[in-house]
C-alpha cells in the first residue's frame, strides 16, 4: 500500500466503511473483489480508474455486476474531460483528493457534490506564491503553500507543495465555508519548456479530450533536432477510428495538431498509434519522456 492509503484507510474506518486494503497490480484480482465484496467506493489515481474501466472490457466481469457508485481519485494532475471518461467508463461520479505525505496524506482537501473546486480542511492555513515567494491575492494561480495549524509531531510551516492551483473564501452551495482550492493543474516541476513556451501534460489532456476522437492515454516525447528543442505527442486512436481509412487518420491528426497550437502556441509533431498500445501504470502515470538526457 501506497503511504498516502494508511491515512485514508485508518480515516474510512473511523467512518464506519468496511474497507478492503488492495494496494496497486493484479488488476483483474482487484475486479474480481470489487465485483464479490459489492465495493461501493474506488480510491485510486484517476489514470488507474481508467485501466481498470479498459481492463473491466476483457475480465469477463460486467460494469452491472459492479456495485461500484463513487470514486475518489488523486495523486497525480487531471482534467475535466477526464473525470467525464471515468464516470461514462464505470458508471460513477468521480472526486477529487488532495493530499500529501510532508503533510497528513490524502484529505487535505477533497471535492463536495457541487463539485466547485476542494474544501480545504480547517486544520491547514493555505497560500499561494508566485515563483519568487510572494504572495499572491484570490483568484491567482500559483504554487499551493501549506501550514498545519494543530499538528504536533510534524507540523508543517508554510510547506512549499509545487503544486500549481487558486484559492477562494467564501460559502459553497454545499454550506461549506472556508478556503476552497481549484483543482490542481499541473506541479511546478511538470514543466516542459519547448522552444520558450511553458507547456504542462495536463494541457495536451486537455486538447486532445477536447475533440473527442482519441483515447485519454498519451505520452509527451521530447527531442532535440539540431539546436531545437522538439515535442511529439503519441495519443491513442479509439477503437472506431483505427479501422478508418488513412485520409480520416490524417485529419484526425492535423485537428489535434492544429487544437495544440490553438492552446499552447506551438507546433509539435503527432503521431497516432493503436489502441492499448501506450503502457498503462497502475500507479501514478508516465506522460514525459525526454529524449535530450
Known sequence: MFTGGMGLHYGCEELGAVVVPISGGNTARQLMLMRDFGTTVLA??????????ESLEGSGITRDELKLKIGIFGAEPWTEGMREQIEARLGIKAFDIYG?????????????????????????????????????????LGELVLSSLEKEAFPALRYRTKDLTTLHYGTCSCGHVGWTMERVTARVDDMIIIRG???????????ILSLGEFEPHYLLVIYRSGNLDQL??????????????????????????????????????????????????????????DQRK
Do not use: W
Open 44 to 53: 485510486c489515481t484517476p489514470s488507474y480508474a481508467l485501466y481498470l474501466a
Open 100 to 140: 500529501l505525505s510532508e503533510t497528513m496524506g490524502p484529505g487535505v482537501a477533497l471535492e463536495c457534490p457541487a463539485h466547485q473546486g476542494l474544501h480545504i480542511d480547517e486544520h491547514f492555513y493555505p497560500e499561494i506564491l508566485d515563483p519568487e515567494g510572494n504572495p499572491l491575492p484570490e483568484g491567482v
Open 197 to 207: 513556451v511553458n507547456v504542462f501534460p495536463s494541457q495536451v489532456e486537455e486538447a
Open 232 to 289: 511529439e505527442v503519441q495519443v491513442e486512436v479509439n477503437e472506431t477510428s483505427f479501422f478508418d481509412e488513412v485520409r480520416e487518420l490524417e485529419e484526425q491528426q492535423e485537428r489535434l495538431k492544429q487544437r495544440i497550437k490553438e492552446m499552447l502556441g506551438i507546433t509539435v509533431r503527432i503521431r497516432l498509434v493503436e489502441p492499448k498500445s501506450i503502457p498503462r501504470s497502475e500507479g501514478k502515470a508516465i506522460r514525459v519522456i
